[in-house]
T-cell receptor, first 110, second 115 residues
Framework: GQQVMQIPQYQHVQEGEDFTTYCNSS?????IQWYKQRPGGHPVFLIQ?????EVKKQKRLTFQFGEAKKNSSLHITATQTTDVGTYFC??????????FGAGTTVTVRA | GAVVSQHPSRVICKSGTSVKIECRSL??????MFWYRQFPKQSLMLMAT?????????EQGVEKDKFLINHASLTLSTLTVTSAHPEDSSFYIC???????????FGSGTRLTVV
């Protein structure tokens, strides 16, 4: 499947601060999905973006799809301890397979 | 919402033995399920696509004779790790998508340790 590159690999955040994780592809993506995996848990679907320039919000989480559909970002404001985990972007192909990015593991300092 | 149940959650087995992992869609039918492997602090790597009533399709580099997949019904897929070795120790996760749902639902995963 298509390769999606994700940075940073680790994000150490002070509670209350904001952070962003980025997902990039060398080719145009048909869609991008975001998942969250808590430590010791399994991935949980957060959202899918399909349209160029699309922006979607879920409370303190803002997801964006680039105009060229080659990149996406997840921005979290006012980080809380409940935000701890690994955030993955993933691309769903025509045969319904998911290709995951490397993930951004977030830790929060209280 | 859609629920995927995976068992067992943890298993320890001896080298050379086989281990079966079950993945069930509890409240929906899944003609297709996916099996992933995740090593510590790494991403999920797709191993194979499980197709109800037909052979599974395996990703490049995954040994089909070692990782046997059976999808005998619309709600159950099994992954059997045959002749397990310590390097097979990993976190195995299945997933499925309900009908026209957008996202995929994952099982809770199986942590396999081969000693």
């Amino acid at each position: 499947g298509q390769q999606v590159m994700q940075i940073p690999q680790y994000q150490h955040v002070q509670e209350g601060e904001d952070f962003t994780t980025y997902c990039n592809s060398s080719t145009t993506l048909s869609n991008i999905q975001w998942y969250k995996q808590r430590p010791g848990g399994h991935p949980v679907f957060l959202i899918q973006l399909v349209k160029s320039g699309e922006v979607k919000k879920q409370k303190r989480l803002t997801f964006q799809f680039g105009e060229a559909k080659k990149n996406s970002s997840l921005h979290i404001t006012a980080t809380q301890t409940t935000d701890v985990g690994t955030y993955f972007c993933a691309q769903s192909s025509n045969d319904y397979k998911l290709s995951f990015g490397a993930g951004t593991t977030v830790t929060v300092r209280a | 919402g859609a629920v995927v149940s995976q068992h067992p959650s943890r298993v320890i087995c001896k080298s050379g033995t086989s281990v079966k992992i079950e993945c069930r869609s509890l409240d929906f039918q899944a003609t297709t399920m996916f099996w992933y492997r995740q090593f510590p602090k790494q991403s999920l790597m797709l191993m194979a696509t499980s197709n109800e009533g037909s052979k599974a399709t395996y990703e490049q580099g995954v040994e089909k004779d070692k990782f046997l997949i059976n999808h005998a019904s619309l709600t159950l897929s099994t992954l059997t790790v045959t002749s397990a070795h310590p390097e097979d120790s990993s976190f195995y996760i299945c997933s499925a998508r309900e009908g026209v749902a957008v996202g995929y639902t994952f099982g809770s995963g199986t942590r396999l340790t081969v000693v």
